[in-house]
């Protein structure tokens, strides 16, 4: 992944609730631009999401603080950041805690156990989290191009009638 940097985008919110949706929007906004697919939009949404949520509840306690969110745009992936300045965790504690989740597990145990970590890193590529002066949780989403090829439908080929 030594590829260069297309552009970079930088977004500052409020660590609160009602500032979440900013972060979605914009990383919505900026992955339709590069040409992701609904379902992988929506994913990256709910991840992000998840994201400025543990920053929220967990960096700030209910106290005064911000979340940069960073988008860094390649010609075949979105890399987004989201950082915080608050308190940090111990990410070895959490994955020990959260084990595997089954379906036999009930929604309040997988809530407790770390679910926002477990579905950023099922809805993204890769998901790499620092814990240096804050929390910084770096997702990756390749764009799957070929996965429209390999049905046959090809930027080039498709056609409309206008």
């Given at each position: 992944?030594?590829?260069?940097?297309?552009?970079?985008?930088?977004?500052?919110?409020?660590?609160?609730?009602?500032?979440?949706?900013?972060?979605?929007?914009?990383?919505?906004?900026?992955?339709?631009?590069?040409?992701?697919?609904?379902?992988?939009?929506?994913?990256?949404?709910?991840?992000?999401?998840?994201?400025?949520?543990?920053?929220?509840?967990?960096?700030?306690?209910?106290?005064?603080?911000?979340?940069e969110v960073a988008c860094k745009i390649f010609s075949d992936r979105i890399q987004v950041d989201v950082m915080d300045r608050g308190n940090s965790f111990d990410i070895s504690e959490i994955d020990e805690r959260t084990g595997p989740i089954t379906h036999q597990s009930s929604l309040n145990a997988v809530r407790e156990r770390g679910l926002g970590l477990y579905l950023m890193k099922t809805l993204m590529d890769d998901v790499d989290i620092q814990l240096d002066q804050g929390v910084v949780v770096t997702m990756t989403k390749f764009i799957r191009k070929d996965v429209v090829e390999s049905y046959g439908i090809s930027p080039s080929s498709h056609q409309t009638n206008r």
């Open positions: 992944m030594s590829e260069k940097q297309i552009d970079f985008i930088r977004l500052n919110i409020p660590a609160k609730p009602e500032y979440v949706g900013i972060a979605r929007l914009a990383v919505s906004g900026v992955a339709n631009r590069m040409g992701f697919s609904y379902d992988e939009i929506e994913d990256m949404k709910l991840a992000v999401a998840e994201a400025c949520t543990n920053a929220v509840d967990h960096a700030y306690c209910g106290g005064d603080g911000e979340i």
